[in-house]
Structure formats: C-alpha cells, structure tokens
C-alpha cells in the first residue's frame, strides 16, 4: 500500500479530523468498555456523578473473578482447542485445493473458484437447523467436538480464497524449474512453493483462528453445559444470570479478547489484503 | 565432456516405458488427474457439511418435522403457509430489509472515505487502524454485550452527552432500547459499526490494486482532487465496492446474534428480524419445519443479491 | 548427449493453435536456436520439449525414446529460464545439490559434483551466497552450474540473456557459447533477438505462427531465405522488398552499394535511389529512401560501412546497384522464394 501524502494545510487538517471522527466511531465503545472494567460497584451503579470520572480508586477485583468465580477461563480453553483443531484441518483440505485452483485448473476453474466463495455465503442461520438434527445423530451434541466438524464449513472457502492469492504470487518458473531439476509436481509445490509462502500461511491461520471465535448461532444451538462453550457462547449465557449483570466483568470478558486479536491482525493486515487482491484476479 | 567419477546414469531412473506410453506412476501427475484429487477432499467436506445441510433444510421446510419427533412426513406448501401468515414473520422480513439497506449504505459511504484516509501517512495510522480492527475482530456475541452495556437504560454515558446538549433534562433518560425507533436506530449502528472495518479493508485492497502511474498520470492530465476521486479512482473501485457491498449485505441480513443479545426483538417485535425468528421458531418453540421455512426466505435474496452483484462486478471488469 | 526430435508436433489452446505440426531434428550436440517473433510459438515448443505442456497431437523424442508422456523429470534434460529461476530461498551450493537430491544421488558424491560444476563456472567463491546477492551474470552461471551438475543429455535454454542489460548481454553470449562447446551438450535456444540467434546457433530455425519458416545455418537463413518473412525478420535492417511488376525483389541493406563505388558490372541491378534521410551510426551509414521507378511506396535502406567515404545527402538522387547474385526473388503473393524470371533483371531503373 503506497502511502499518499496529502500536502495542503487544509487536506492534512481535513485529514486528521476524519481520521479522529472514525477514531471515535469506532473506539468509543471499547474506551467506554476499559472505563468500565476497572470501576467499583458502589462508584458504577451511582448516577449521581460524572459518569467519566472514577469517583473511587480502580480496582482488578471483577477482572480477577472473572477468571476465579466463572468458566470464563475455561470458555477461553475451549475456544483455542477448537480454533487449532479447526486450522489445522482447513490446512490440510484448504492448501491442496488451493494449490489445485490456482495452477491446475483449466476451463471450470473459475467457476469452482467462485462456487467456493459462495458456499462462505451460505448463512450459519440457515444452515443451523438441520445441522442440530445432524449433531444429535452423531452423537456430538453438546460437544466441542461439533463445532470442530462443522466450522471448516466457512472456514475452508476463506482459507481458499485467500492461499490462492498467496500462490499466485509466486512466479511459475520457480516451480517449474524444481520440476525439470527432478521433482514430481507435488515434490516441486513442497520445496519450492511452500516455503516461499510460509507468511501467508501464517495469515491464513491467523484469520481462520479468530474467524472460529467469531460464530455464536452454532454455539448457541449445539451446546447447552457450559463446561462445552465457547467464549463467544459463554460469555452472554453464563455471565449474565437472569436479571444480574455483572457489567465489569463481562466488559473485562470481551477486552480481553477483543484487544489481543485486534493488535495481531493489524499485524498481519498488509499480507491479509494481498492475499485478498490476488485471489481476486480473475476470479 | 569431462565429468567427475562415476556418473548419474546408474542412480537415475530411466522413465522408459512402453512406446508412446508412460508409467503408471505418471498417471498420477497430469493435470487432469492431480487437480481433481487435490481439489476433492475439500469439496467433499463442503459438500457434507453445507451441502447437504442446505438440502436437508429445504426438505425441512416442505416437511412437519418436529425437534421432539422423528417423523418427516412431505406436507407441500403447508409449512410455508403456517410460517408466512404468522404476523410477525413479515415484520421480520421488513427489519431485515430495513436494516440492511440502511446499515450497508452507510458502510459504503463510510468504507470508502476511511479507505482514503488509511491509504494516507500521518501519524497515528497504526492506532487508528487498531481502532478500526477492533469491531470486526471482536466477536459479535462480545460486541454486542459491549454495546448493551453502552446503551444501557439507566447507565449510558449518553444520557450524560444528551442533557448536555439539552435534549433531556438532567438526570432523565434516553432509553435508547426501551422505544422502537431508538431501538431499531442503534441495532443499525452496530451493525454499520461492526461492518464498517471488513468493508474498509476490502476498499483499501482495491486502492492498492490501482497502479501508481494511473494516477500520476492523472495528476500531469490536470486532474483536481476532486475530479481524480470521481472520474479515475471510484470507477476503478466500483467492483471492489461491490464485493464489499456483497459481504456487509449477506453478514448484516443473516445475522441474529445482534439482536438476539442486543434486544431479544424487542421493544415487542420492534427489531425482530427473519434470522433471529427462525430461531425462535425452530429452536426455542421446537418447530424446525417452521423455523426453516422462515430461514429459506433469506435465501433467494442472497442468490438474486449474489448474482446480480457478481455480474456487475464482472461486467465493469475487475473480478 | 543426444538428438532432439519431434514429430507431426501440435499444441492447440482453445481455439488458438501455438505450435502446428512442426517436425524437426537436431543433430547430436549441436546448437539450435529457435528464433521468431513473441507469439511464434517457439516457447510452447521449447516447454513441449521440457515436459511442461502436453502436446495436442505429435509426439517428442530424446535419444531415440518416446518421451511424448513423460514428465519432465523423466526426460533427463535441463532447463534454464529466461528469469533464472534460481531458489530464492536457498544458498547457491543449495541451488546446486538440488537436482542431485532429487534424483536421489548419494549425499557423499555431492561435494565432487559441486566442486567440479562451479569449476567449470567459476563460482567457488559464490557457494555460500544466496541469490538476491548476486548479480545478473553470477545468476546466469549459477543457472548453468545446476543445469550442469546432472549432466543432462540436452540442454533447453528459455530467452536466458533477456533480463541482462545490453553491455553484459555480448560477455553472457560468449561465456555462453565457450561452454556449449566445451560440454558438448545438445542444446535448445529460444530467442527473439535475430543477433543473438546469429552469434549463437549452428543452426537456426525461423518460426512464425507455430510452423518453422526455415532451418539452417545463420548464413543460409541470412543470405537465402526461404521466404519473405525470414527475409524481414533476419539482419537488422531488414532486407529491401520491393514489388516490381508481378514480383517480389530483395536484397540486403548492404548491398546496395554507389555505382561509382562498385563499378560497372555484368548482371548488376543499376537503380536511382532518392534519399530521404542519412543516419550515422559510426561504424555504419544507413541510407534511408526510395527506388521510385521500381517501386515507389518501399522504404529502402542502403547500409554503407563507415570506412566508405561517400557524400550522401538527403534530398540527393544518385545511381546505386546491386549485384546480380545477391538479388533474391519472392512470390508476390505467397512470399516463398522463387527463381529469378525468365525476363531477368528489371531494367531502365535509373533512367
């Protein structure tokens, strides 16, 4: 991404003060959330104040219940097994697929290509019904273990756009090169390819792990004992008992997970969108 | 020609087979076989896991299946019926579509402008862009809880910026949940808020395609700021704001998380939505015929939606 | 080392056919350059060659074996890319051993191969390094060096001198050629620059629209080409074309010569040239004009060796000839070579 410089007084205060609106938009919610985090009972539930000021020092003891008085901790657990199990078999399925459309294909790859990303359109809201009924009759309900099967299901159509950008970028002589050197097609993709696209798979994985943490229907309708959920399940369900809420822990609940997540895809966004661009070159 | 001792002959295979012919481990690397063979376990797995799932529904909601019940008897048109007559479906129907079109315009504007400011230097850029990440990365479910404590009846810092501004006496109440059009105002905001950084990514990806020189070239052609947005840089992004409009519209009509956690649908039916009421339906009243009744209806709006957004993009040339 | 050959070779992509039928045959270690325009199909034949598309129809042989089915692993050929295509991510002893992991050579008789190949090379002193710290000549050694080290029975090179900037494209040309004679491999060479084609091959084969045009010696493609497109594509400036009554006239730049210079001469073509333009290029002249009287629209060109000291000037009309045995004579219509007329030369062209 080239940078633009922007040179009149007018553009750069322009500038800046749409990016300080969007700053506010989008943070706002979660500088209210860190506000919140940390306040008293007796200085949160009182209206009589400023509702920006701590009227009483700050205090970790709803960040520390979070973890000592629910399964909050364990929702966390459950999550990264289910995200790491789930990258690793998009991986296995999505890479070869990926490799296929991006330099085997012929006349049907690009609607195979595009029939791909339409399945990632398909709705969980549509599809979790009969999915219930399937999960029962393997006997997976209220299992991680379901939505270990059933996440690939978007996971793999992302995972698949995104690798064939990432193999596209790698100039065809290379591998060619190692298949006239003595390697079969498969023998020249490991030891040319692969390597040289080690970053994107990074990406790839980065992407399909939160991407895991984002579904809540599927949560919600296979799993019902808590030992099971998931963050995104866990949280509204468990933390929020009747008409108590535990406001600071539940705001401490989302930061935590929010914050981290955020600061790595900003890492990895550059070679998120090249991925992106690159898939969608001719389709 | 000079060559050390002892030469490769002996080591290499030699790939002789019958004339014209190959050997059958060949077989394994042409195109024809290898694409197909690397491509299936994936498309068998889709195939299983939202394929056939997608069929079922269908079959779900032509049929009287009960979550209690393993009967499945073939009822035609009925279960459409029962679902459409039930007066809070079109209710649904129409939020979906309101909120949608209103949310996704909104990301579009606002995608596109905060593309450009991201595409710019200035410091704090990797702040802001932070900032922007974190309502896509944040689950939705979380997201949402963020904001139900944001909007709160009783302990929202709006209430605070409202009466300064003298909307409110001091100390009242917005209420923003509690009335239908606040209500339905703030699910659109959520969702304009939470799509706003996928949407924006996918414009910054589509500015970054768009070659230096292009520009350049419109800069020595004379072209303003404002002539090089509309005339050179927009119309070269159309089809990457298309694919941004694809993915908002499908994630915001086929979301019921939000509401689920932000409203429960209400005030009322206030902001109930089809996703959300098939849930309802299918789930919590156990009617899974019902509820996938409910759910197809979002279907030939995301084919038709998918279909015509593709062709555009296809026809103006970028996908 | 081996013979190259392939038979009744066809590749069709859709509707486009790139290579059409071609049959050709290269002697054992020789080296034979396919030259033609970017569109020829000279690459597609050469990859056809390689192993890296399948034919349509025909069939490759190397070394008397079918290899038509065969991956390219199997063919015992090596390949060099108009890129290098040098690993980025390994060292150079790394790029080097590669094919000899590949064809499961014994890790202990790698040392002797790589040290043997970089002699040959010359790039001991490169082993360590990886690619992005070489430059484009050690990339082309290092290229050749891994080519080498499997001691292939042909060597297929693809447009390799493209990506080297035009000083050190004359030094690669020659270290290139000292080391086909020296290895003695058959060798293939794709390029679109005639000069290059020239100074390397022993043979050239002409392509243009998937068929060879003409294969032969430099000489014989240079001085008798089999048709109006190897006339024109061949020898920069091309040769002169001119359209005389029902035929095609050429002759090459060069020699079309002053009269007063040559003298008159049995069999001459005598012609008034009218000069438009004169450009010097210090160790030639090239005369640009027209021959009105025989054909008015053809831009000729008159090429006059620096040590010619001639006046010329443009706007000049003066009397030039060309000798009878280096005019060649073409089918208006088919662009073939044809035998000289019957009615012999055109005459009254410089009255």
Redesign the interface.
Known sequence: MAGRDVKTVRGRVGLYVTAFGFAVFCGFPFLWAGFTMFRQDSDLYSTQHNPFEYSKPATLEHVTSLFTDTPYLRFILNSVVIGLVVVAITLVLALPAAYALARLSGRWGVPLAIGIFAVYLVPPTLLFLPLSRIVVLLGLQDSIWSLILVYPGFTIPLSVWLLVGFFRSVPRDVEEQAQVDGYSKVGALVRTVLPLIVPGIFTVVVFTFTLTMQDFIYALAFISSSSQMTVSVGVPTNLIRGDVLYWQSLMASAMIVAIPVALIYNLFLNRFIQGFTLGAVKG | MSSPAGTLEATRETGQGPSGGGRWSYFFERDRVLGPLMLSPAILYLVLVVGYPLLLAFFYAFSDVTVGSNKFDFVGLKTFKAAISDPTFKTALAHSFEITVISQVLVVVLCTILAFVLAADFHGKWFLRFLVLLPWTTPVALGAIIWLWMVDSIFTPFDWFAAKLGVIPDGGHLVLLGHAGTAMGTVIAVQTWRMLPLATVIVLAGLSSIPRDVEEQAQVDGAGFWRRLFSIQLPLLAPVILVAILFGVVFTFTDMAVIFILTGGGPGTATQVLPSWAFYKGINGGNLSVGAADALFMFPVLLGLSAVVLKLAHRIGGE | ?AIVQTQELRKEFGHNTAVDGINLKTEEGEYLVLLGPSGCGKTTLLRLL???E?PTGG?VLIGG???????????????V???Y?L???KTVRKNIT??L??????KD?WH??VD?ASDVLGIGRLLDRKPRQLSGGERQRVALA?ALV??PQVF?FDEPLSNLDAKLRTTARDELKEFQKR???TTVYVTHDQVEAMGLGDRVAVLNNGQIQQLGTPEDVYVDPANTFVATFVGAPPMNLLHVRDEVIGFRPENLLPLETVGEREGQMVCEFEITRVENLGSDRYVYGSIPKLDPEARVIAKLPSTLDVPVSPGARERYAVDGSKLRWFHRDTGQRVEPPPSGLPQGADR
Not at chain 3, 101 to 106: K, R
């Open positions: 080392m390689a192993g890296l399948q069939d074996e079918v290899v038509t089915r065969l991956p390219p692993r199997a063919r015992k050929i090596a390949m890319f108009q890129s295509a690993y980025p991510h590669f094919p992991a590949a064809a499961g050579v014994p008789e002797s191969k043997w891994r499997r001691e297929l290895m003695g491999v």
